[in-house]
Nanobody
Framework: VQLVESGGGLVQAGGSLRLSCAAS????????MGWYRQAPGEQRELVAA????????NYADSVKGRFTISRDNAKNTMYLQMNSLKPEDTAVYYC?????????WGQGTQVTVSS
């Protein structure tokens, strides 16, 4: 499974961005997917996760009410809609997927929120 993120960039506080994660390869084996982020000097943290059918999601407390995770299995793509962005959301955002045996990661996309 290969994961490729896109949609990062520079945005002012209060603005919005939409991240995409396109999966290829043995996508039929993918179970849960999620978005993680890592700020400089910090550990990688879970931002949001979604089950294989998209029926269940969970979010970090810091992004609840502002971010929305979704997936389109027909397009093998996952999304993260980020609204009301804050400077503390600045980080490299990584796409993650697992097939219950192996963890897969994308290369990351930079999100920078200016104050």
């Amino acid at each position: 499974v290969q994961l490729v993120e896109s949609g990062g960039g520079l945005v002012q506080a209060g603005g919005s961005l939409r991240l995409s994660c396109a999966a290829s390869g043995s996508t039929f084996s993918i179970k849960a997917m999620g978005w993680y982020r890592q700020a400089p000097g910090e550990q990688r943290e879970l931002v949001a996760a979604i089950t294989s059918g998209g029926g269940s999601t969970n979010y970090a407390d810091s992004v609840k009410g502002r971010f929305t995770i979704s997936r389109d299995n027909a397009k093998n793509t996952m999304y993260l809609q980020m609204n009301s962005l804050k400077p503390e959301d600045t980080a490299v955002y990584y796409c993650h997927a697992d097939d219950a045996l192996v963890d897969y990661w994308g290369q990351g996309t930079q999100v920078t929120v200016s104050s």
